[in-house]
């Protein structure tokens, strides 16, 4: 269990809303992840951070913030959603500095109505 | 950039047949990272196997083995004895080893859903 815990893990909302989304880790792991995963695209990196206030962009960054202000929470937001952003919202932290695998939280689904 | 590239998007099997699922991959890095996730219905994703760029050896973990065929870009996963409880999304991905602040981000392909039938 690599302890983290994503919240909310279900959210309907409206276009145009903004939306938080929170993944909290309790070994002080470094490195942290947003992906989202989406039908026919696998899982695809939004933001990741290599630690507190050092993130950076990944793939599909675009409508999407960050912040890590200490080593045990990663907030992803989305300051106005759209509904191309209905997806399931997956954090991630790799236990071994700059490699190894990727433990995952449960996901958080969200819907933009 | 890398990609990821699984063909299959469905795979079925008789429960304790062996089945391979399809790995391709594409890349300019000399070292790298290859990896097989299970996601179920319940949707949470499990780490199964990880083969390194130059591992000499095929990894293997309990039923689950990777045929890595470097030359060929190919990176298998094969199970073995399949179990009802296999039937999943299997995901492959990738990671390049391009320094420090990267971390240990993966790319990862489309999926394949396996099913494995009594």
């Known amino acids: 269990d690599a302890g983290i815990t994503q919240s909310p893990r279900h959210k309907v909302t409206e276009t145009g809303t903004p939306v938080t989304l929170r993944c909290h880790q309790t070994e002080n792991h470094r490195y942290m992840y947003w992906y989202r995963q989406d039908p026919g695209h696998g899982l695809r990196l939004i933001h990741y951070?290599?630690?507190?206030?050092?993130?950076d962009k990944g793939e599909v960054s675009d409508g999407y913030s960050v912040s890590r202000s200490k080593t045990e929470d990663f907030l992803l937001t989305l300051e106005s959603a759209t509904s191309s952003q209905t997806s399931v919202y997956f954090c991630a932290i790799s236990l071994r500095a700059g490699a190894g695998e990727l433990f995952f939280g449960e996901g958080s689904r969200l819907t933009v109505l | 950039a890398q990609k990821i590239t699984q063909t299959q998007p469905g795979m079925f099997v008789q429960e304790k047949e062996a089945v391979t699922l399809d790995c391709t991959y594409d890349?300019?890095?000399?070292?790298?990272?290859l990896f097989w996730y299970k996601q179920p219905s319940s949707g949470e994703m499990i780490f199964l196997i990880y083969?390194?760029?130059?591992?000499?050896q095929n990894a293997t973990e309990g039923r689950y083995s990777l045929n890595f065929q470097k030359a060929r870009k190919s990176a298998n996963l094969v199970i073995s004895a399949s179990q009802l409880g296999d039937s999943a999304m299997y995901f492959c991905?990738?990671?390049?080893?391009?320094?420090?602040?990267?971390?240990?981000?993966?790319?990862f392909g489309e999926g394949t859903q396996l099913t494995v039938n009594p």
């Open positions: 951070s290599y630690g507190v206030k050092d993130t």
């Open positions: 991905a990738m990671r390049a080893l391009v320094g420090e602040t990267s971390g240990s981000r993966l790319t």
């Open positions: 890349t300019s890095d000399q070292s790298y990272g």
């Open positions: 083969q390194g760029s130059y591992d000499e």
